[in-house]
């Protein structure tokens, strides 16, 4: 099977180029290859590289700055996806995109399953949520993965904010009221070669999918735990999990509403594809050994 990954260069299409090479034959678009803002440059390097599966990690991700430009964010979070998946079907081939859970308002006390009803409260919610209507309403050949609070070693992202903080600061202020489940990319990565396995069999229900690990956690408790994992590892921290102090959404303002549950119930992609999918606590402790190596001399 022929696969395109666009957006290699990204936090997630970094994960997806190192494992994707087992699933198929793996061609990489990054920036340097594609102007995503770009709408024909996108056009091209589907029907360039004639994949049987392109695989969509681009995404405009700057949730705060896409209220100020929400233009662009659509260009790319909906408007490309929509080219994707009209070339793409061109060909009868499928596609794997990535959302979110920003596609709802996080009032439900419940984790979200597939079939509840999106509304997003941000321009970033609202452009990902475009381009998942895009993408099924041109290629009926789809699988998009929604998923919450991505992180990895690769990239800009919360813990390795708050490795970062914690260095530099006594205290740190973290919000306590908003609850999901922080995916690596490794995890994300492992999914996705699963569910192209699916594809190259033929044996795909194609849809939309809720991808996060198990369990749940704010983001006052998520730093507290990346912290008391790094001091275990030896960094040397000026905060530590006592010196995370919890606060309300409404204390920390952002010009970005976020959900307050961005819990998302996995059980349609456990029981389809059989994917075991491992505690949140796992995938922090496995990008902490990758970006605080132990010596074991």
Not at 136 to 157: E, Q, Y
Request: overall charge negative.
């Amino acid at each position: 099977m022929r696969l395109l990954l666009l957006g290699g260069s990204g936090q997630l299409g970094h994960a997806l180029a190192q494992v994707l090479p087992t699933a198929g034959d793996l061609v990489v678009a990054d920036r340097s290859r594609c102007d995503f803002r770009d709408l024909d440059a996108v056009r091209d390097v589907v029907r360039e590289v004639a994949a049987d599966c392109v695989v969509n990690a681009v995404a405009y991700t700057a949730v705060d700055q896409a209220e100020q430009d929400e233009a662009t964010a659509a260009r790319v979070n909906a408007e490309a996806v929509a080219v994707i998946g009209e070339e793409a079907a061109k060909r009868q081939a499928a596609v794997v995109h990535f959302s979110t859970d920003y596609v709802f308002d996080g009032t439900a006390t419940r984790p979200y399953r597939e079939d509840d009803a999106p509304a997003p409260v941000s321009a970033y919610g609202r452009t990902k949520l475009a381009g998942e209507r895009a993408l099924a309403a041109t290629n009926p050949r789809h699988l998009i993965l929604r998923t919450s609070w991505v992180f990895g070693a690769h990239g800009a992202n919360f813990l390795k904010t708050m490795l970062r903080l914690a260095g530099e600061r006594d205290t740190l202020r973290v919000v306590a009221d908003q609850f999901g489940a922080p995916s690596s990319v490794e995890m994300l990565g492992a999914v996705t070669r699963t569910v192209l396995e699916a594809v190259s069999r033929g044996a795909t229900p194609w849809g939309v999918y809720h991808c996060a690990p198990q369990g749940s956690v704010s983001w006052h408790g998520y730093a507290q735990f990346v912290l008391q994992e790094a001091r275990a590892r030896g960094a040397v921290l000026r905060a530590g999990p006592d010196d995370v102090i919890p606060i309300t959404t409404a204390e920390y303002p952002t010009p970005a509403r976020r959900p307050a549950n961005s819990r998302l119930d996995t059980t349609k992609l456990r029981d389809t594809f059989h994917c075991a999918l491992p505690e949140w606590e796992l995938g922090v402790r496995g990008v902490l050994s990758q970006l605080l190596p132990q010596d074991r001399s």
